[in-house]
Protein backbone atom coordinates (compact mmCIF):
# COMPACT_ATOMS: atom_id res chain seq x y z
CA UNK A 1 0.00 0.00 0.00
CA UNK A 2 1.48 3.77 -1.21
CA UNK A 3 0.72 5.73 1.96
CA UNK A 4 -0.26 9.17 0.47
CA UNK A 5 -0.21 12.57 2.40
CA UNK A 6 -2.06 15.55 0.47
CA UNK A 7 -0.90 19.10 0.83
CA UNK A 8 -3.06 21.17 -1.50
CA UNK A 9 -4.83 24.36 -1.25
CA UNK A 10 -8.95 24.44 -1.96
CA UNK A 11 -10.61 21.07 0.28
CA UNK A 12 -12.75 20.48 -3.06
CA UNK A 13 -9.47 20.16 -5.31
CA UNK A 14 -7.67 18.55 -2.30
CA UNK A 15 -11.35 16.06 -1.19
CA UNK A 16 -11.95 15.45 -4.79
CA UNK A 17 -8.26 14.25 -5.41
CA UNK A 18 -8.23 12.05 -1.77
CA UNK A 19 -11.53 10.14 -3.44
CA UNK A 20 -9.72 9.57 -6.63
CA UNK A 21 -6.80 8.32 -4.58
CA UNK A 22 -8.57 6.04 -2.01
CA UNK A 23 -10.39 4.33 -4.91
CA UNK A 24 -7.18 2.83 -5.87
CA UNK A 25 -6.45 -0.34 -4.20
CA UNK A 26 -2.55 0.17 -3.82
CA UNK A 27 -3.06 3.65 -2.41
CA UNK A 28 -4.31 5.01 0.79
CA UNK A 29 -4.83 8.73 1.65
CA UNK A 30 -2.86 8.93 5.58
CA UNK A 31 -3.32 12.84 6.25
CA UNK A 32 -4.64 15.91 4.22
CA UNK A 33 -3.36 19.48 4.91
CA UNK A 34 -4.80 23.01 3.71
CA UNK A 35 -1.83 24.88 4.89
CA UNK A 36 2.10 24.57 4.19
CA UNK A 37 2.96 25.31 8.00
CA UNK A 38 2.06 21.78 9.52
CA UNK A 39 3.62 19.96 6.12
CA UNK A 40 6.99 19.32 7.59
CA UNK A 41 5.70 17.95 11.47
CA UNK A 42 2.66 15.61 9.45
CA UNK A 43 5.37 13.55 6.92
CA UNK A 44 7.32 13.23 10.04
CA UNK A 45 4.32 11.51 12.03
CA UNK A 46 2.83 9.85 9.04
CA UNK A 47 5.92 9.18 7.87
CA UNK A 48 3.96 8.94 4.02
CA UNK A 49 5.72 6.87 1.11
CA UNK A 50 4.73 9.83 -1.85
CA UNK A 51 3.54 13.36 -0.24
CA UNK A 52 1.59 15.20 -3.13
CA UNK A 53 1.86 19.07 -2.54
CA UNK A 54 0.89 22.25 -4.02
CA UNK A 55 3.92 24.56 -4.75
CA UNK A 56 2.05 27.59 -3.37
CA UNK A 57 1.77 25.80 0.06
CA UNK A 58 5.67 24.67 -0.16
CA UNK A 59 6.25 28.01 -1.30
CA UNK A 60 4.83 30.23 1.33
CA UNK A 61 7.67 30.11 4.04
CA UNK A 62 6.62 28.07 6.19
CA UNK A 63 7.07 24.34 4.95
CA UNK A 64 10.85 23.35 4.60
CA UNK A 65 10.50 21.42 1.00
CA UNK A 66 13.99 20.07 1.19
CA UNK A 67 13.32 18.64 4.60
CA UNK A 68 10.49 17.28 3.11
CA UNK A 69 11.90 15.84 0.17
CA UNK A 70 14.88 14.38 2.32
CA UNK A 71 12.03 12.34 3.63
CA UNK A 72 9.67 10.89 0.84
CA UNK A 73 9.33 11.30 -2.32
CA UNK A 74 7.32 15.09 -3.40
CA UNK A 75 5.10 15.26 -6.05
CA UNK A 76 4.51 19.07 -6.57
CA UNK A 77 1.43 20.06 -8.48
CA UNK A 78 2.39 23.68 -9.84
CA UNK A 79 -0.11 26.35 -11.44
CA UNK A 80 1.66 26.50 -15.05
CA UNK A 81 1.03 30.25 -14.82
CA UNK A 82 3.18 29.85 -11.42
CA UNK A 83 6.24 28.02 -13.03
CA UNK A 84 8.54 30.46 -12.14
CA UNK A 85 8.94 29.25 -8.81
CA UNK A 86 9.55 25.75 -9.18
CA UNK A 87 13.53 26.23 -8.99
CA UNK A 88 12.92 26.47 -5.48
CA UNK A 89 11.67 23.07 -5.17
CA UNK A 90 14.06 21.62 -7.51
CA UNK A 91 16.51 19.89 -4.92
CA UNK A 92 19.72 17.99 -6.10
CA UNK A 93 19.58 14.82 -4.94
CA UNK A 94 15.90 14.60 -3.47
CA UNK A 95 13.13 12.74 -5.38
CA UNK A 96 10.85 15.38 -6.42
CA UNK A 97 7.69 14.88 -9.37
CA UNK A 98 6.48 17.92 -10.99
CA UNK A 99 3.36 18.36 -12.72
CA UNK A 100 0.62 20.75 -13.56
CA UNK A 101 -1.95 21.15 -11.35
CA UNK A 102 -4.28 20.93 -14.20
CA UNK A 103 -3.25 17.36 -15.60
CA UNK A 104 -6.04 14.45 -15.16
CA UNK A 105 -6.23 12.51 -11.92
CA UNK A 106 -4.57 9.52 -13.77
CA UNK A 107 -1.75 11.20 -14.05
CA UNK A 108 -1.62 12.03 -10.81
CA UNK A 109 -2.16 8.48 -9.76
CA UNK A 110 0.62 7.37 -12.16
CA UNK A 111 3.03 9.82 -10.77
CA UNK A 112 2.42 8.81 -7.03
CA UNK A 113 3.01 5.16 -8.12
CA UNK A 114 6.12 5.70 -10.05
CA UNK A 115 7.43 8.56 -7.03
CA UNK A 116 6.92 4.93 -4.69
CA UNK A 117 9.15 3.23 -7.00
CA UNK A 118 11.64 6.38 -7.17
CA UNK A 119 11.03 6.86 -11.15
CA UNK A 120 11.21 10.29 -12.62
CA UNK A 121 7.41 11.81 -12.75
CA UNK A 122 8.29 15.53 -14.70
CA UNK A 123 6.39 17.50 -16.87
CA UNK A 124 8.92 19.02 -18.91
CA UNK A 125 7.26 21.66 -20.53
CA UNK A 126 7.44 22.91 -16.29
CA UNK A 127 10.59 22.47 -15.62
CA UNK A 128 12.18 24.40 -18.90
CA UNK A 129 10.00 27.13 -18.13
CA UNK A 130 10.94 27.00 -14.17
CA UNK A 131 14.59 27.21 -15.63
CA UNK A 132 14.64 29.65 -17.78
CA UNK A 133 12.78 32.13 -15.95
CA UNK A 134 11.99 35.06 -18.94
CA UNK A 135 9.38 37.59 -17.92
CA UNK A 136 6.39 37.43 -19.56
CA UNK A 137 6.13 40.90 -18.83
CA UNK A 138 6.22 43.61 -22.14
CA UNK A 139 8.93 46.31 -21.87
CA UNK A 140 5.82 49.22 -21.14
CA UNK A 141 3.93 45.97 -18.47
CA UNK A 142 7.18 45.89 -16.86
CA UNK A 143 7.43 49.93 -16.44
CA UNK A 144 3.96 50.28 -15.19
CA UNK A 145 4.92 47.42 -12.14
CA UNK A 146 8.03 48.96 -11.51
CA UNK A 147 6.34 52.28 -10.65
CA UNK A 148 3.41 50.19 -8.90
CA UNK A 149 5.98 48.70 -6.73
CA UNK A 150 7.50 51.87 -5.85
CA UNK A 151 3.72 52.95 -4.40
CA UNK A 152 2.88 54.85 -7.09
CA UNK A 153 -0.98 54.98 -7.24
CA UNK A 154 -2.69 54.24 -10.85
CA UNK A 155 -2.76 57.87 -11.72
CA UNK A 156 0.49 59.09 -10.84
CA UNK A 157 1.70 56.01 -13.48
CA UNK A 158 -0.57 57.12 -15.63
CA UNK A 159 0.60 61.03 -15.70
CA UNK A 160 4.74 60.00 -15.65
CA UNK A 161 4.11 57.22 -18.54
CA UNK A 162 1.38 59.79 -20.43
CA UNK A 163 -1.57 56.93 -20.76
CA UNK A 164 -4.84 57.05 -19.17
CA UNK A 165 -5.73 55.73 -15.95
CA UNK A 166 -7.86 53.05 -17.35
CA UNK A 167 -4.91 51.89 -19.48
CA UNK A 168 -2.64 51.54 -16.80
CA UNK A 169 -5.51 49.63 -14.67
CA UNK A 170 -6.08 47.10 -17.48
CA UNK A 171 -2.25 46.59 -17.96
CA UNK A 172 -2.33 45.63 -14.25
CA UNK A 173 -5.27 43.28 -14.93
CA UNK A 174 -2.76 41.76 -17.68
CA UNK A 175 0.21 41.53 -15.60
CA UNK A 176 -1.80 39.73 -12.31
CA UNK A 177 -3.07 37.53 -15.11
CA UNK A 178 0.12 36.61 -16.43
CA UNK A 179 2.39 36.38 -12.99
CA UNK A 180 -0.81 33.89 -11.50
CA UNK A 181 -2.16 36.38 -9.04
CA UNK A 182 -4.98 37.50 -7.40
CA UNK A 183 -3.96 41.16 -6.44
CA UNK A 184 -1.78 44.19 -7.71
CA UNK A 185 0.26 43.79 -4.51
CA UNK A 186 0.82 40.06 -4.95
CA UNK A 187 1.79 40.67 -8.95
CA UNK A 188 4.57 42.75 -7.55
CA UNK A 189 5.44 40.20 -5.11
CA UNK A 190 5.91 37.37 -8.13
CA UNK A 191 7.83 39.36 -10.18
CA UNK A 192 10.48 40.51 -7.65
CA UNK A 193 10.70 37.15 -6.44
CA UNK A 194 10.61 35.78 -10.14
CA UNK A 195 13.54 39.05 -10.75
CA UNK A 196 11.02 40.39 -13.59
CA UNK A 197 11.39 44.11 -11.59
Known sequence: MIRTLLALDGALIRGALSLVLAAEEDISVVAELDRGDPLTSAVRAQRPDVAIVDLDLVDDGHADEADVAGQCPMLVLADRRRVHRLHRVLVPGRTVGILGCDVAPHRVVDGVRRLSRRESVIDAELVLAALTRESPLTSRETQILALTASG????????????????????????????????????????READWI
Not at 167 to 187: P, S
Open 152 to 191: APVVEVARTLGLAPGTVRNHLGRIARKAGARTRVEAVRVA
